[in-house]
């Protein structure tokens, strides 16, 4: 089998499995916590079953589906935890395709340095535009932050 990363390997061979059952791959991470190595996989609804939200079940799907083939395939040297789960109401953005489906929103963005005294900005997401972050502050005034200063962008969640 040729070298791939665990991510990589991950959404090969999850891709035609998620399509067909109606989900989309949000995100994998393989990340060492202490002694321990976990791989945690994020799943959401495609856009056309959106709404319905990932429920337990769902996980245990993936997670039955995706364990099963990485026993066969048996890729990853180290002992893991396989953890499957939804990105949560609080979710990252992590792809241009995010801020695109997730326009409308209302979002927190985290920055590397503080823009006019601020490190965190809060408003409506307007999109991406010419590598720039577009948002919408409470009185809808346009904040266009350039996207290599971003740190993190969240959906808010309001009360």
């Known amino acids: 089998m040729a070298k791939f990363s665990v991510k990589e390997l991950i959404t090969m061979e999850l891709e035609e499995f998620l399509e067909k059952s109606g989900y989309e791959l949000y995100n994998v991470e393989f990340v060492k916590e202490g002694k321990d190595w976990f791989l945690r996989v994020f799943i959401d609804r495609t856009q056309s079953t959106e709404g319905q939200g990932i429920s337990t079940d769902d996980c245990e799907k993936v997670s039955k589906y ?11 040297k180290q002992n893991y935890y396989l953890e499957v789960s939804s990105p949560g109401i609080d979710r990252a953005l992590i792809k ?64």
Do not use: C, H, W
């Not at 995706?66 to 990853?76: G, K, T």
């Open 66 to 76: 995706l364990s099963a083939r990485l026993d066969e395939l048996d890729p990853i």
């Open 96 to 159: 241009d395709s995010d801020y695109v489906k997730f326009a409308g929103r209302f979002v927190d963005v985290t920055l590397y340095q503080a823009m006019n005294g601020r490190k965190t900005i809060f408003g409506r997401l307007s999109g991406i535009e010419d590598g720039n972050l577009i948002i919408l502050d409470e009185k809808e005034n346009r904040i266009e932050i350039p996207m290599e200063k971003v740190s993190k962008t969240k959906l808010a969640i309001l009360l």
